[in-house]
């Protein structure tokens, strides 16, 4: 998540952070001098804090509320079969007034995109979209290459 951003969102200290597939945490370090509370979920990785696991089932039974979650880059890596319910865990444990931050490629290849802008939508119903911003690149391999950054917040109940 873009450093500018999240300056922006003014999260008092003591905030609880969650980073879905955040491989190393290296965030961590940066979240954790500025005193906000970081959990982090991956697949591969574990230290003491980020928890090796896959983050579909942990979503079910996690209790815990978040003021911010980020997914950058791994809400993609869902099977489509899963991905619904994951978006509906990540609401439920969101804090009220809380945000939750989405990346993703958007590859404009046989695929088509991973998300069209109809399931953006869905992903975000029930939250207002604070930021959106699409860029264009191109990769080494000289393909183009667009990544969609949405931070979404959720309306006050």
């Known amino acids: 998540m873009k450093k500018q951003i999240f300056k922006k969102l003014k999260l008092p ?71 619904w319910e994951t978006v509906k865990n990540i609401q439920k444990i969101l804090k009220p ?11 404009a290849d046989a695929h088509g995109p991973f998300f069209t802008e109809k399931e ?9 979209i604070l930021f959106k911003n699409h860029t264009t690149g191109i990769d080494k391999k000289k393909r183009k290459r667009s990544v969609t950054e949405i931070l979404y917040m959720k309306r006050p109940e």
């Open 13 to 83: 200290q003591g905030s609880a952070i969650l980073d879905l597939g955040c491989y190393d945490g290296s965030k961590n370090k940066w979240m954790r001098r500025k005193k906000y509370i970081y959990q982090g979920i991956d697949l591969l990785f574990e230290d003491s804090y980020v928890k090796k696991a896959n983050f579909v089932p942990w979503l079910k039974k996690n209790k815990k509320k978040y003021n911010l979650i980020l997914s950058e880059f791994s809400l993609q890596q869902i099977p489509r079969i899963h991905l």
């Open 97 to 107: 007034g809380g945000y939750f931050f989405l990346t993703s490629f958007n590859e």
């Open 120 to 128: 953006y939508l869905k992903i975000g119903r029930n939250l207002s």
